[in-house]
Nanobody
Framework: VQLQASGGGLVKPGGSLTLSCVVS????????IGWFRQAPGKEREGVSC????????HYSDSVKGRFTISRDAAKNTVYLKMDDLRPDDSGIYYC???????????????????WGQGTQVTVSS
């Protein structure tokens, strides 16, 4: 199982970024998969999760209405489109999954078992 995240960078407040996560070793047709972020001095947060079984999504209150998670099963890729970025969105973003569960809510709140490497997002003027 591998998850390869990319797409991070430096962006000004109000800007947009799209993160990508290419997966291998499993298919995007059953497990929940999501994005988690870690900022210095803050607890790890489940930002957005998607059930690849039923397409039900879950978003943390801090990003609801600004971030959108999606998948392209043919490309084995999950995306996180981030709009209206704010400085407190900064952090390392990780793509992660739990192959034993399909619930997006459970993944985001209980945490994953399989992690990819992170990609840095910095929102600053």
């Amino acid at each position: 199982v591998q998850l390869q995240a990319s797409g991070g960078g430096l962006v000004k407040p109000g800007g947009s970024l799209t993160l990508s996560c290419v997966v291998s070793g499993f298919t995007l047709n059953r497990p929940a998969i999501g994005w988690f972020r870690q900022a210095p001095g803050k607890e790890r947060e489940g930002v957005s999760c998607l059930s690849t079984l039923n397409d039900i999504t879950h978003y943390s209150d801090s990003v609801k209405g600004r971030f959108t998670i999606s998948r392209d099963a043919a490309k084995n890729t999950v995306y996180l489109k981030m709009d209206d970025l704010r400085p407190d969105d900064s952090g390392i973003y990780y793509c992660a999954t739990d192959l034993g569960h399909s619930s997006s809510y459970a993944l985001c709140t209980r945490g994953p078992r399989e992690w990819g490497q992170g990609t840095q997002v910095t929102v600053s003027s």
